[in-house]
């Protein structure tokens, strides 16, 4: 099935079972001609002698002539019979090895678990594996003449050929890059990119919603968050570090990658690799688009994020205060209906959307910075809660809260975008969120994000079965 | 030579030349005598053959004992199905 050689110990009836029969065959005429040399010597021994001798010579005569004729006769049949077993094995084998490797692959395709390399984002079948004994690559260790189930290291160890034996536990790396790839590997992948225009708070939101996620939504829940990337790790702890001294992630992000890895564990359960892109807010690069493709099979769904203050209306509504706090609020330059054609024409050139078509998956539309100007009491949770206290029946939240916001997006003459949503995209709910919680003012006092979660656990309960169940208990 | 050691050298193929020739056995007893003979060479070439025959074949099946001992050797010592390195 491979050409490629790996560091293992390849089966019986693949390689040693043949030259096994080799040297059988060599040693039997060997032996068969040492035999009868051995009695044609003993004939002529006897032959001279008495008669009972001459017997006996007879006997061994013909012994010799036995070896000869019948021994090649007999090692004729015996040889074949050898090689119809050996093949009927290497068959039996072979259909085996290749009958797993197929349930496998099957498997994985229906599930969409392939590993994805995190740095060049280039999507192969297969993983490069390593021992965890010797650290020897295995290129394709999968159900094959080294073993159908497992196979043996030249060093020993017994590795697991199947995704079905826990081989994605092993330490692999990226075919392409070599780079290594951390954590779970075969197990169901969640994308979702976080498209905006430039300035809108991308980054923030990303490590306030990541913030979040891993201090507050998961533990009482049972869930075991972790950066696969030890570099990513550290990176985003130290801008959580920044948020909490004051100080908005501006400079420290700039080391940060705009794809991050998310590990979500649950004792029990089918792991998930929550994979959060931010992609460049000016346009979607070449490079970002190949990247972006790579992704298209796991989209589960898109964040929309939208700075209010591009919104010309809401410029003009506070235009007196604006300028002001317009370093620390950063307004984007690039107006929403403009950001929003930029992820259609992006959807359309990488993500097979066809022109003119809806976009299937769930997308969240979220106007962030609501902390300026009061914007939380008018369209935040504040308000949310409000609506819910004065509704004459029990009212669901998060219906209110879509309802807030999209009424606010129309009202600030947005209308025309919010019909090109709801147009475009089969599923959209709307919210509101402050990515930072306050307007960074240079003090120490924490920056801590405010409904920053909601849009992606939506998405996450709308396409993921695991936490549409986990919404279910909740709710329950 | 004494008449004792000329009597006992003559064997029997001597002493049947003799009475044949001396005219002891007579002409019946002459085609007796060779009809004898040539039945007991008959039974002679016939156990001789017999003989030959199974000797023969003890040979043979001792030969092919060698070869399936022979070959089960060469299995014994050369199968090892043991996974190898490549």
């Known amino acids: ?476 | 030579m004494s008449q004792s050691q000329g009597r006992q050298g003559r064997g029997f193929f001597g002493w049947l030349l003799f009475l044949i020739l001396s005219g002891h056995l007579g002409c019946f007893g002459i085609i007796v005598v060779f009809v004898l003979l040539a039945i007991a060479a008959y039974f002679a070439a016939v156990i001789g053959y017999v003989v030959i025959r199974i000797l023969l074949a003890i040979g043979v099946l001792f030969g092919a004992g060698i070869t399936i001992r022979n070959y089960g050797q060469a299995l014994y010592n050369n199968i090892k199905p043991e996974r190898v390195t490549p």
């Open chain 1, 1 to 476: 099935m491979s050409a490629i050689q790996d560091p293992a110990i390849r089966s019986y009836f693949f390689g040693k079972g043949y030259s096994d029969l080799r040297a059988v065959i060599v040693d039997t005429w060997r032996r068969n001609l040492v035999s009868a040399q051995k009695e044609l010597t003993a004939m002529r021994t006897l032959w001279p002698r008495s008669w009972g001798a001459k017997g006996l010579a007879l006997v061994r005569g013909a012994a010799a002539a036995s070896v000869l004729v019948f021994g090649t006769a007999f090692f004729l049949v015996a040889s074949a019979a050898h090689v119809v077993i050996l093949l009927t094995f290497f068959l039996l084998v072979y259909l085996l090895f290749s009958l797993i490797y197929l349930m496998e692959r099957a498997y994985l395709t229906w599930k969409g678990f392939f590993p994805v390399c995190p740095d060049c984002h280039s999507k192969n079948s297969l993983a490069e594996y390593f021992c965890p004994k010797c650290g020897s690559v295995h290129r394709r260790l999968i159900p094959s003449s080294y073993g159908i189930l497992h196979r043996t290291c030249t060093c020993g160890q017994e590795l697991p050929t199947t995704f079905f034996l826990k081989r994605g536990e092993l330490p692999a790396a990226c075919p392409d890059c070599k780079r290594m790839l951390g954590g779970l590997i075969e197990v169901r992948k969640v994308f979702v990119p976080v498209f905006g225009g430039p300035a809108v708070g991308k980054s923030s939101f990303l490590l306030s919603l990541l913030r979040e996620l891993t201090e507050h939504w998961a533990p009482p829940r049972g869930f075991m968050l972790k950066f696969p990337d030890s570099r990513v790790d550290s990176e985003v702890r130290r801008a959580w570090q920044s948020l909490a001294q004051g100080q908005p992630p501006a400079k420290t992000v700039t080391n940060l990658p705009r794809a991050l890895n998310l590990q979500v564990d649950r004792s029990g359960q089918e792991g998930r690799l929550l994979y959060l892109y931010d992609p460049a807010g000016e346009a979607f690069s070449e490079t970002e688009g190949l990247q972006l493709h790579t992704y298209q099979d796991y989209l589960s769904g898109l964040v929309f994020l939208i700075d209010p203050f591009s919104i010309a209306e809401v410029r003009e509504i506070y235009g007196d205060r604006l300028p002001r706090v317009e370093s620390a609020l950063k307004p984007s330059q690039l107006p929403t209906e403009d950001a929003f054609a930029r992820i259609l024409i992006g959807m359309e050139e990488h993500f097979g959307l066809e022109k003119g078509a809806r976009i299937k998956k769930p997308v969240a539309v979220v106007v962030n910075k609501i902390d300026a100007f009061g914007l939380e009491q008018r369209i935040g949770e504040p308000a949310v809660q409000a609506r819910l206290r004065s509704a004459p029946a029990p009212a669901d939240a998060e219906a209110i809260r879509n309802q807030i916001v999209r009424e606010q997006l129309m009202r600030w003459g947005l209308s025309d975008l919010v019909h090109q949503l709801e147009t475009r995209c089969a599923v959209v709910r709307y919210f509101a969120c402050t990515s930072l919680g306050r307007m960074p003012d240079g003090t120490a006092q924490p920056l801590a994000g405010r409904g920053v979660l909601e849009p992606l656990l939506w998405i996450l309960e709308s396409s993921d079965s695991m936490f549409k169940a986990e919404k279910r208990k909740q709710a329950a």
